[in-house]
């Protein structure tokens, strides 16, 4: 249940960080419950010993509520293969619900190498930017539909993306003049989040250059000001290659709130 979490919510924060899995931090399974519990999806009946069918069910539920989406009733058996098979039907119809837009910049020197990327994940619980650390296989040597299916994972497709040279995807994604920006959460996990970061010094955090995030694969931001919205996309789309289609980003800037 954890790991299905963590794939389709990539550097989750903790929704209640102060929260405890009923488990020693020396006994099996400890992270993976702790990592629940603190995403709130653990509940109070979940025991280390035995996992009920009503429990099971209570889990997946809390998940699907996430996404605005209607309760499952669990399958009838509680084997392995059971609960792979329920949550392959939870995390189906989560990759439904879910619309990443994937935010790729092109180096200014190199039109084929990646500077930035990132994926605006706005439907879910908590809507962030999360931040990732351009790999050696993340190129634009053939352009972007090859990048969508590498850095998308097998539980949420990657259907569209932004490209932009590095000097428009500034303005666009990079520059939060009025906005504060806050990491809130990364892979791997930390727990010194969240932490403000100095007006300034957001592209220093983008390129991983700064210490706080240099180790890290990837990290989720948060800005308290505004944020790339519907008008402003629209306004740049003449200066952006894009598979979004205009009537589209209402609905992908979407967030469950709203």
Known sequence: MARAVILAEPALPPLDPLAKAPLAEDQPGYSAANYLAQRELLPASWQPEELSRETWEAMLNSFLDWYDLPPTQAGAGTALPDLVGDLG???DSVNERIQPLLLVASDSENRAEVAFLGMLWNWTVYPRLIVLKPK???TLERGVAPLLDRVG???IDLRHYVLAPEQTARSLFLAHADARMYVIGSEPERLSWPLLVDAGEEELYFGFEAAEVEELQAFAAAFD?????VRTLVTMLPRLRTNLPPTRI??????PAN
């Open 225 to 229: 000001g505004n944020q790339v919205g």
């Open 89 to 91: 039907a939870v995390l």
């Open 250 to 255: 209402p609905g992908i800037l979407r967030t």
């Open 136 to 138: 050696e296989e993340h």
């Open 153 to 155: 994972t097998c539980a």
